[in-house]
């Protein structure tokens, strides 16, 4: 069977993927605001284990089409390591369609485009990355470990290889001073990277992080919903994609967006305007349905 360890986080997106934990833990877990994985030290996993757990799923769950490889970066693994584990997965599931993983800035510098691309070929072919801001100030203050240019070289690299890439940025990351510069910055970044998905999620303090000692001290100001669709308002008017998917459906969000850019950029950003205009009738997300 497959054994779980600890808490494991997946994009919304992989809800019915087989989630494998071929890493555990975060390579890097020192982004302030990530309480994700506090409490687990980083290693990579046995191979034995893993194909022990993929034979079971292909015995017991058959006709596995998508499978998300947890925990953090798990591109950070060596590339032999994946490359065994993407071949047994090709063996054991014949109709797999597409394997993905987190891959952090970190993880995107060891890796090479050409191990990039050969892990493509063998169906690694969609990484996440959490850019979070594109605000030289923002990501400091976020301990990311890089700053926009860096970001923007290492996020380049999974194009190169012909891998997608589904980013995500951090509303509210820049507090109430830093959020326009943050919304610009990000959008700046955005457009330089292109992925094919771009994601937004509330940047909310969880405990045994340093944001979360930093919101008690009052160091951090938490902003309001409509604060919040201030800066989503922003960010999105300045994104120049062109071919790809913006959402704003996680839960932490107040308010659940979607559309092509750039399509459909201009009607999401009259609906934030239009929220604006009357916050006292938005359709804000209560509290108490979201989470992360
Ligand atoms: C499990 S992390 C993996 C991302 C990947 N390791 C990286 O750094 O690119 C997924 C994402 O969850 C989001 N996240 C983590 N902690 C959060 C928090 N406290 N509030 C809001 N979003 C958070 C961040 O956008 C983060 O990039
Ligand atoms: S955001 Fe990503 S890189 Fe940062 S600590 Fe969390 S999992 Fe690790």
Redesign the pocket.
């Known amino acids: 069977m497959i054994r779980h360890e600890g808490r494991v ?1 997946r994009p919304p997106s992989e809800a019915e993927s087989l989630i494998l934990q071929a890493t555990i833990g ?1 390579s890097y877990n020192e ?1 302030s ?4 994985y506090r409490d687990k030290r980083f290693r990579v996993r046995k191979l034995e284990e893993l194909c022990e757990e993929i034979d079971w799923a292909a015995e017991e769950l058959g006709d596995v089409r998508k499978v998300f490889l947890a925990d ?2 798990a591109l950070v693994a060596k590339a032999a390591f994946l490359t065994t584990l993407l071949e047994k997965l090709r063996a054991a599931f014949p109709r797999l369609r597409r394997v993905s993983c ?4 970190q993880s995107l510098a060891v890796r090479s485009v050409e191990e990039m691309a050969s892990l493509r070929e063998l169906g690694l072919t969609l990484y ?3 850019i ?1 801001s594109g605000d030289d100030a923002v990501l400091a203050r976020l301990s990311k470990g890089v700053d926009a240019a860096e970001m923007i070289r290492v996020g380049c690299k999974p194009a190169e290889a012909g891998v997608k890439l589904s980013t ?1 940025i ?1 509303l509210g990351a820049g507090g109430r001073e830093l959020s326009d510069a943050h919304a610009r910055e990000s959008a700046r970044v955005v457009n330089a990277i292109a992925p094919r998905f771009v994601s937004t ?6 405990e045994q ?1 340093p ?1 979360w000692e930093q919101a008690r001290n009052g160091a951090v100001d938490e902003l309001a919903p409509i604060e919040l669709a201030r800066e989503l308002r922003t960010f999105l008017a300045a994104l120049e994609l062109d071919g790809s998917v913006f959402r704003s459906n996680h839960a ?1 969000n107040y308010l659940a967006l979607a559309g092509s850019l750039p399509r459909d950029r201009d009607r999401m950003v009259a609906a934030l305007d239009a929220v604006l205009a009357d916050p006292d009738h938005a359709a804000f997300r209560p509290e108490w349905s979201r989470g ?1």
């Not at 605001?33 to 994700?36: K, Q």
């Not at 987190?102 to 800035?105: D, E, F, I, T």
């Not at 999620?201 to 969880?206: A, E, G």
């Open positions: 986080y975060c982004c605001f990530c309480g994700m953090g970066d987190y891959a952090s800035p996440y990355l959490g979070e995500m951090l999620l509330v940047m909310t303090p969880v992080t944001l932490s992360l």
